[in-house]
């Protein structure tokens, strides 16, 4: 597996993507890399082709260099963060549920080079339907992250029409350390204090 560093992107495609911050985030997946799955998840496949195809499609809707990020990974949005050490997410669930955010799934998949991967789905879409989050996904919330990557990206549909917005939250590398900054959701937006 290669080590993945940020790439310095290039300005006019940085402001390309900037489109997100006019958007309200409708869905939002919080992804745990490399951490034992918790029980009471579906597990899931997972098939790397189709999800390449599926953002090539994504970049060349938008008109965006799919590579501008990463050489070896297609990525279609605004990275907001990038491997922030030491964040601590024990106040973002009721951040999330305090702007409207329903828990609507949660599932794992096993991929190449990265373990497990639990993938979290909260929406506030009018259709979303909450479900419960087992306490043993709740308990992941009380971890320390040492990677947190943020994505943000504009979701479109097969016409080419965009429908939304999705924002990913990517957390590697955990700890039982109490100390950290917090990750709160801030408007459009987030940071860390």
Request: proline share 4%; charged share 25%; net charge positive.
């Amino acid at each position: 597996m290669t080590q993945q560093t940020q790439r310095e992107i290039p300005t006019e495609q940085e402001k390309m993507r900037h489109i997100v911050y006019t958007i309200d985030a409708e869905t939002l997946l919080v992804k745990f890399l490399a951490h034992k799955p918790p029980q009471g998840l579906e597990k899931k496949g997972w098939n790397p082709a189709i999800v390449a195809a599926k953002q090539r499609t994504l970049a060349d809707a938008q008109g965006v260099d799919a590579n501008a990020y990463r050489a070896d990974k297609i990525d279609t949005g605004l990275q907001i963060m990038f491997k922030e050490p030491d964040v601590l997410i024990s106040d973002l669930l009721t951040e999330l549920e305090a702007t409207g955010y329903k828990y609507t799934n949660g599932h794992f998949q096993f991929r190449d080079n990265k373990g497990p991967v639990t993938t979290l789905t909260f929406s506030k879409k009018a259709d979303a339907v909450a479900v419960p989050m087992p306490e043993t996904v709740r308990a992941m919330f009380r971890l320390r992250w040492n990677h947190c990557t943020i994505w943000a990206n504009i979701q479109y549909d097969e016409s080419g029409k965009r429908t939304g917005r999705l924002d990913t939250i990517n957390l590697a590398k955990w700890s039982n350390e109490s100390s950290g900054r917090r990750l709160h959701l801030v408007g459009r937006t987030y940071r860390l204090a």
